[in-house]
């Protein structure tokens, strides 16, 4: 219940106003988001790189309904991909987009208009050497998600996705993307979906997990095996072995802020680990989100403005 209220507030302008208007919420949101500037984002980056891990960065933002602030994301993706460039952080760090920040949910021309911005992306990760996933929301985007994904593959064949295993639909899609070449983010999924499209229960969706991980670690993709669940992690190291499948052939990924340790014993196992790193003003959505993964969070957050 907590998880659907949480959800929930993350979609609620008049949540999102009193959420960021507590100053005193910023240090709890710091676990989660690099800070809001690109320096900040560049400096985690490189001590992230220094210590063996890999990057993809997201400038947070979603639900743009403005073309302008579509553009504006666009011009941050280029700016940040510059300096990663010009920082020589591009081999390790990649970009994360949403495409609600450029422009799929605007009402007139959405899909075209994300389409071109996301292209914009794809050239400026291209002119660095680097490359661009683009990340998942709610399931009314999906098959729009992946019909600009394919647009995107004709000319950047490397563009990521991202697949949640709570979905119905989605053993099906892992089988459409697990061709050679395709790098695919499996998640479980993070938004709050209806019983008709997603599987509801945890453990539902973690058998879903394991089947999707079997068709991509079979398949000949390049797999990220994106979750904290350590339950998860053991077994996709088991069915990639199974699969026959090095360490190099697949990666780990977790969110900034989350279970380190971990993040750092796959690291020095000589597995790839690669760190999901938002920056940005616009983290209310995403907050919300980490907070309705796990309770304890609410606890820590509401702690901290007890306390300060
Ligand atoms: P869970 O069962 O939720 O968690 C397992 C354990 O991990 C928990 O017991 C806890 O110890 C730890 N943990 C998990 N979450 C947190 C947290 N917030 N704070 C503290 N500890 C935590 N979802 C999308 O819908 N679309 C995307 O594009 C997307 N991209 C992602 C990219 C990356 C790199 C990652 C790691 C996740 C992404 N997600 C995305 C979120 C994902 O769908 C899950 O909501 C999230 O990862 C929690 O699921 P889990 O597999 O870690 O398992």
Not at 159 to 164: K, N, P, S, Y
Not at 167 to 193: F, H, I, M, N
Request: hydrophobic fraction near 40%; proline fraction near 4%.
């Amino acid at each position: 219940m907590l998880r659907t209220a949480l959800l929930a507030a993350a979609r609620s302008p008049l949540a999102r106003q009193v959420v960021e208007r507590t100053p005193l919420a910023r240090p709890v949101v710091r676990r989660f988001v690099a800070g809001s500037s690109l320096r900040e984002a560049v400096d985690v980056t490189a001590s992230l790189i220094a210590d063996g891990r890999k990057v993809t960065l997201d400038h947070l933002g979603e639900d743009t309904t403005d073309a302008a602030q579509a553009a504006a994301t666009v011009d941050a993706y280029e700016r940040l991909l510059a300096e990663l460039g010009s920082s020589g952080l591009a081999h390790g760090a990649e970009v994360s987009v949403k495409l609600s920040a450029v422009g799929q949910s605007l009402p007139k021309d959405g899909e075209k208009i994300a389409l071109d911005n996301a292209r914009l992306i794809c050239e400026a990760a291209a002119a660095v050497g680097t490359t661009v996933t683009l990340d998942m929301e709610d399931h009314t985007t999906t098959d729009s998600t992946l019909g600009i994904l394919g647009d995107l593959r004709v000319d950047f064949p490397s563009t990521g996705a991202v697949l949640q295993a709570y979905l119905r639909r989605t053993e099906q899609d892992c089988r459409d993307l697990s061709g050679a070449g395709s790098r695919v983010r499996l998640c479980k999924g993070a938004y709050k979906e209806p019983e008709s499209v997603a599987y509801q229960d945890k453990s539902e969706v973690d058998r879903s997990y394991v089947r999707c991980l079997r068709i991509l670690m079979n398949g000949a993709g390049y797999p990220m095996v994106a979750s904290h669940d350590p339950r998860l992690v053991a077994i996709a190291a088991d069915v990639a072995s199974a699969a026959g499948r090095t360490v190099d052939t697949y990666e780990h990924q977790m969110l900034y802020g989350v279970r380190p340790d971990a993040q750092r014993e796959i690291a020095a196992a000589g597995k790839t680990l690669r760190v999901y790193v938002p920056y940005g003003d616009q983290w209310y959505g995403y907050f919300m989100r980490r907070l309705a993964e796990r309770p304890a969070n609410v606890a820590f957050f509401l702690r901290s403005l007890a306390t300060k």
